[in-house]
């Protein structure tokens, strides 16, 4: 549990400190995050941290992005793990839902015991390929988070936002240009994955991440949500 009392809100929910002395505060390792757990009694809440060298959306929001999240959103989470990120996901949208999908059975039984103490984390076990598998369990969300170590990335994402993403939903993707090709050019491979994006959504932003090598964050939309979609890369 973290004191309240040195975090400034910076929108939908999550906290920032600065750990060093006012002006000197620039680099993303002084910055601390945090999300606000409430108690399922009412009683209290708690100041959880959230650590960007185990988060990568923790380090986008460094960067400067606030999430597009509501305490209302609907959110659909491709390679859950065991939680963590989810987790705080999970404190944004208290009074919405984050589905967690994972396909490891190991890392499964630590979401499944993260999610007990939770009551909008739901757990998902299969393989974020397969959409139509899932389909009756994910509603419509306004944000699909992906980060999902495989070779066809983009493909996943495309699949699972032709199913189940809003209109005027997000997709915030976390490519790993390792797990697609360990020896091409890193650049050539988040061009051809944000090429494959635009086939059908707008690309609104992407972002280098601070401590992640090879990984590039991908925000995008839905193409009928923007009048004028700009390309930013
Ligand atoms: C980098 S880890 C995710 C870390 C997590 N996002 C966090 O910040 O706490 C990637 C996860 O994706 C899962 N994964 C990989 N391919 C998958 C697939 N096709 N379907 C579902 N999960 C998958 C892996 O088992 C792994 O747990």
Redesign the pocket.
């Given at each position: 549990m973290n004191d309240c009392a040195d975090y400034t809100e910076i929108g939908c929910g999550i906290y920032q400190r600065q750990a060093s002395p006012a002006g000197q505060a620039s680099n993303a390792s002084q910055t601390q995050l945090a999300t606000v757990s409430r108690q399922e009694d009412g009683g209290g809440q708690e100041f959880r941290a959230w650590d960007f060298r185990h988060?990568?959306?923790a380090a986008l929001i460094l960067k400067g992005f606030v999430p597009p999240i509501t305490e209302y959103s609907l959110v659909l989470y491709?390679?859950?793990?065991?939680?963590?990120?989810?987790s705080h996901i999970s404190d944004i949208v208290q009074n919405g839902l984050v589905y967690v999908?994972?396909?490891?059975p190991t890392?499964m039984k630590k979401l499944i015991s993260r999610c007990e103490s939770r009551q909008n984390m739901i757990p998902i076990f299969?393989?974020?390929?397969h959409p139509e598998r899932y389909s009756y369990l994910v509603d419509k969300v306004d944000l699909i988070y992906q980060?999902?170590?495989?070779r066809n990335q983009a493909e996943?994402a495309l699949a699972n936002a032709e199913y189940f993403l809003k209109d005027d939903g997000y997709l915030i993707l976390m490519i790993k240009a390792r797990s697609i090709d360990s020896t091409a050019d890193t650049k050539e491979i988040f061009k051809k994955e944000v090429e494959e994006l635009q086939k059908r959504l707008s690309i609104l932003k992407t972002v280098k991440l601070p401590g992640y090598r090879d990984h590039l964050a991908v925000i995008a939309r839905g193409r009928s949500s923007i009048r004028n979609p700009q390309k930013l890369i």
């Open positions: 988060s990568k959306l491709l390679g859950a793990a065991s939680g963590s990120t989810a999908l994972e396909f490891s890392v299969a393989d974020a390929n980060d999902i170590a495989q996943i």
